[in-house]
């Protein structure tokens, strides 16, 4: 029986190597900074503020269950200049019951924080959950829409 004689041309073979490997560098480099890029925003002061306001808030809990988890993927954007910034997130949380987004806009001057938009959003609510805190947000009593049969 004749045999196949393969040829091993080494050029090839380190040129195929090399491209697999800056691949997979390339690949490794995007999702390090997408990490690091996620850190940050999770790690700010309005992604923070905005999960402990929906975790402490009783009609959100009501709605969402407990725990109330955020998820993975938030969208959106911070920017920082010292003692001013200001921030465009859209994180999603999960509670036993039901899921939703936290929309937050906020402007930081002078190192403190001012919420524009802090709200809840969800299919199951009848409009947005206010969850700024008392003074800044009007008394507010949202419905909970029946579940769909």
């Given amino acids: 029986m004749g045999r196949m004689v393969r040829s091993k041309n080494p050029l090839r073979s380190a040129l195929g190597c090399g491209c697999a490997l800056l691949a997979f560098a390339g690949v490794a480099f995007v999702v390090a900074i997408a990490g ?27 709605f969402l269950g407990e725990p109330i988890e955020p998820g993975w993927l938030l969208t959106g954007k911070i920017d920082l200049s010292g003692s001013s910034g200001s921030a465009d997130i859209s994180i999603p949380v999960e509670g036993s019951k039901a899921s939703g987004r936290l929309n937050v806009v906020a402007s930081k001057s002078g190192g403190v924080w001012s919420y524009t938009v802090l709200r809840l959003t969800s ?15 009007e008394d507010q009593k949202v419905e909970l829409l029946p579940e769909a049969p």
């Fill in 36 to 62: 690091f890029v996620f850190s940050m925003m999770k790690n700010s002061e309005p992604y923070k503020h905005a999960l402990t306001q929906v975790q402490n808030d009783p009609q959100a809990v009501a």
């Fill in 123 to 137: 299919d199951g609510l009848s409009q947005p959950l206010d969850l700024r805190s008392s003074i800044e947000a």
